[in-house]
């Protein structure tokens, strides 16, 4: 079972920035996908990026295309998910997630471990 530790949330201003960051350890990840989800009050859990941790691939939702950005370090084990030109819109708890299928994968059910979440709260 992997442990995932995000940080990096908080509160910060439309147009702002923010790194959120995901610590992976208690199994090889050479062969695994990454994702960040988000999930706001009273909304489902959604996809928002992934990355495969083999060749690098990425993918986006189409609602955070060209603003958001994940990319990972394999000496750190760690992904990380650059975020600019934020929205109010974009508040939401935030969740790292790992599979240990290295295919491609958009839904929360095709992962098999999740982190704790990190709040990132949007101010218009």
């Known amino acids: 079972q992997a442990q995932l530790v995000e940080s990096g949330g908080g509160l910060v201003q439309a147009g702002g920035s923010l790194r959120l960051s995901c610590a992976a350890s208690?199994?090889?990840?050479?062969?695994?996908?990454m994702g960040w989800f988000r999930q706001a009050p009273g909304k489902e859990r959604e996809f928002v990026a992934r990355?495969?941790?083999?060749?690098?691939?990425?993918s986006y939702a189409d609602s955070v295309k060209g603003r958001f950005t994940i990319s990972r370090d394999n000496a750190k084990n760690t992904v990380y998910l650059q975020m600019n030109s934020l929205k109010p819109e974009d508040t939401a708890v935030y969740y790292c997630?790992?599979?240990?299928?290295?295919?491609?994968?958009?839904?929360?059910?095709?992962?098999?471990?999740w982190g704790q979440g990190t709040q990132v709260t949007v101010s218009s």
């Open positions: 997630a790992a599979r240990t299928n290295p295919a491609r994968a958009y839904t929360r059910y095709e992962y098999d471990s």
């Open positions: 208690g199994r090889t990840f050479s062969r695994n996908s």
């Open positions: 990355i495969s941790w083999i060749d690098g691939t990425t």
